[in-house]
């Protein structure tokens, strides 16, 4: 697996750990994030543990770096595109279309590093748990503000709930990503556009 990733040993300290980094998000989408070790990652990406305990203090530092990377790409490829959309329905139909681009593009191979990591460390308590929880509520929270800015503009209709939609979109996009992960089939994606605009009201 050393051929992968592409890890320079000779690249700077900032460049190797996003590096280092990029490829743990990868991997963790496929075999999990409580499989991400520091040696597990290093025979992966063909380096020495000592070499890898450098960037990483200890496995539970690795796995929230890990998070947090996840986050950002996230942030980059999903949240920045729907908050540069018109604002209230604009907003909303841009969040779910990013997120299904997300998926389309094999940003990662496991799908939404977020979803699988929710999943796999909702029963199990501390701060990898904590971190991506944090996340989940955050982008719950932006998805239920453009809902509410949606109403207030009037794009939907008058006894429309926020929490509720904002709920049934979030649902939208985790069966999306489950069917496209276990499928490879873009009819998924396709589907899920459909319903998302039926629910919305759009043409």
Request: net charge negative; hydrophobic share 45%; with cysteine.
């Amino acid at each position: 697996m050393s051929d992968a990733w592409p890890y320079d040993s000779r690249a700077g300290g900032e460049q190797a750990r996003d590096t280092i980094l990029y490829a743990a998000v990868s991997l963790a989408t496929v075999d999990g994030l409580d499989s991400l070790t520091i040696g597990n990652l290093a025979a992966a990406l063909g380096m020495s543990k000592s070499g890898l305990t450098a960037h990483f203090g200890s496995t539970e530092e690795l796995q929230l770096a890990t998070v947090a990377r996840a986050a950002r790409i996230f942030d980059t490829e999903v949240v920045q595109p729907a908050l540069a959309a018109p604002a209230g329905l604009g907003q909303l139909t841009a969040v779910c279309e990013a997120f299904f681009e997300h998926l389309e593009r094999h940003t990662f191979p496991g799908g939404c590093f977020m979803a699988s990591a929710a999943l796999e460390m909702g029963t199990r308590p501390g701060p990898v748990k904590d971190l991506i929880a944090a996340f989940q509520a955050q982008f719950g929270t932006l998805i239920r503000g453009f809902a509410a800015t949606a109403l207030a503009r009037n794009e939907l209709s008058a006894g429309e709930d926020p929490d509720r939609l904002a709920f049934e979109l979030n649902g939208i996009m985790l069966a999306a990503d489950t069917n496209f992960v276990f499928h490879e089939d873009p009819a998924v994606l396709d589907l899920a556009r459909q319903i998302v605009r039926q629910r919305l009201g759009a043409s």
